[in-house]
């Protein structure tokens, strides 16, 4: 075993490997046979391709390291999420100082707190300490000006862009918490989760990730009847069904890289594809809202980090909490 | 002189990486602007990453022919000065504030400096800039405002346009950097930008200087009107 990674881990990378290496040879294909022509559904799957090969590599390389680079690397996401939140939501002038906090300062302390395996400071650090500091910071600067707007957005901001992500590296602990119980596992030794933590987080982002090909890969062959058309015409009933219960099949599938029987792997899988889904509809609504397409618009040809991140911001936390609610002691 | 190059090269990339920028030319989605060997650049001010980031996205050729003009009282003393002249290229000018606080300046409007004639030893050092074959950047609204209008432009602009007159000058406009770091505040916050460059305008035979303020400041008020992303209040 290097880093966090043992031989389990290297066949699953192997075979996510494979699958990239086939869907990028099958996008260049199609590439080929369609040159010269502007294809959007094309533009989108180089973009999704590319983002899957760094999410790959980044974690590879993060986990050969230790649980202190995934941390680290978790933690630079935030931030990156942040910036694209920040970019589209109309906050005033005088919230600068409060987003200041909200930027350098709280996310530091929440994947801290997370570094040092202190569950129950991470765990209300954000939904009571932030959640009730940033609005007085904010009321202290004096504008009241769609004040409520402005709290609600900041807020928003922080639980999805920070403490939603930071759930993802901290599924890494759960092992800990499983078999040595939740009370040995406050402040229990750095990379105590192991592979098995490291597998578990992996679990949740291929299946969540998985979800959503082919909840694309249904929905653009047989899609029909839109979930919320006003929403996003793209999400529809078919793509859903299709989709979840795809990925469903392939977390059964996955049950050997888990604590899990089969079944569990699978209703664990379950639930998180649909939060997933739900993720992806939520940060459609407020890319609607604010008339952008994507949340890195503002960059030339690329999606942002959070039309990658959302259905994962989305189903980590519920993941996480459902594992440590039937499965630690 | 390598190792300054270098520096500067890497610089100019964590500054745009910084801000987020996105540099393109006017109407594109992305495409890069083509930027002339010796031009007049002005742009809409509200953040000091302006001249920081209009520098930044230079080509490494034409970057050390191009002069910012920044403002003495501001710029002109200790650190920033080195940082300023020595770093960034900037040519330091006394802004028209300088002279002895009258009635009007205190005033509550956003205009005070509104068609003010800039003095005249003020331009002398521009256009010894332009005359030398090298670039301007300039604020023509004198000073940084909030981020989402353009201020009436002051008359300098013009004077130079005129004085040489086959120099292109070009607008461009800034997205988000007021949002980033804003008039009065130390700490930037992180937010994607954008530096959209216009097709240069020319001054006309018989263009008035009214006219011409008015149809270059129009180029930047146009497409901050645009804008999607967000708002400043």
Known sequence: ?329 | MKVMHLIKRGLSGLITTASGARISAEGTDGQAPDFPSQAIYFANHSSHLDFVTLWAIMPAELQPKVRPIAAADYWGSGIKQSVATGIFNAHLVHRYKDRPHTTIDARPTRQTDSGSSPKTSQLTGMTDILDAGDSLIIFPEGTRGPGDQVATFQAGLYRLAKHSPDVPVVPVTLKNLGRILPKGEAIPVPRLSQVIVHNPLFVGDDESQEDFLARARRVLADELATETEGETA
Request: with cysteine; glycine share 10%.
């Open chain 1, 1 to 329: 075993m290097i880093g966090l990674i043992d031989s389990t881990m290297l066949t699953l990378f192997i075979g996510i490997g494979g699958i990239l290496v086939l869907a990028t040879v099958i996008a260049a294909i199609l590439g080929f046979a369609k040159r010269g022509q502007e294809n959007s559904t094309l533009k989108n799957l180089n973009q999704r391709i590319a983002a899957w090969w760094a999410m790959a590599l980044g974690l590879a390389i993060t986990l050969l390291i230790g649980e202190t680079a995934v941390i680290i690397l978790f933690l630079g996401l935030s931030f990156l999420a942040l910036r694209e939140f920040l970019t589209i939501a109309p906050t005033h002038r005088s919230d600068h100082k409060t987003l200041v906090w909200l930027v350098y300062i709280i996310p530091v302390i929440n994947y801290w707190f997370l570094w040092e395996h202190w569950y129950g400071a991470f765990a209300v650090l954000i939904p009571v300490y932030a959640f009730l500091f940033l609005p007085i910071r904010n009321a202290l600067a004096g504008d009241t000006d769609n004040f409520l707007q402005r709290a609600a957005m900041i807020q928003w901001a922080l639980m999805v862009c920070v403490y939603a992500i930071s759930y993802i590296p901290a599924i890494m602990q759960l092992p800990v918490m499983m078999h040595n119980g939740r009370e040995a596992a406050e402040g229990s030794a750095l990379g105590g989760g192991g592979a098995e933590g490291a597998l578990l987080m992996l679990f949740l982002v291929v299946v969540v990730q998985l979800s959503d090909v082919f909840q694309y890969v249904w929905g653009k062959t047989l899609g029909k009847h839109p979930v919320a058309p006003s929403v996003s015409p793209n999400k529809t009933w078919e793509g859903l069904i299709g989709g979840v219960l795809t990925a469903t099949a392939i977390g059964a599938g996955l049950w050997w890289i888990t604590p899990f029987v089969w079944w569990q792997a699978a209703l664990l899988a379950f639930v998180s594809c649909l939060m997933g889904f739900f993720g992806g509809l939520v940060m459609s609504s407020i890319k609607r809202d604010r008339g952008v397409k994507d949340f890195g618009a503002t960059i030339a040809g690329h999606g942002g980090i959070m039309d990658r991140l959302d259905s994962l911001s989305f189903s980590a936390p519920v993941f996480f909490h459902l594992v440590r609610f039937f499965f630690t002691t």
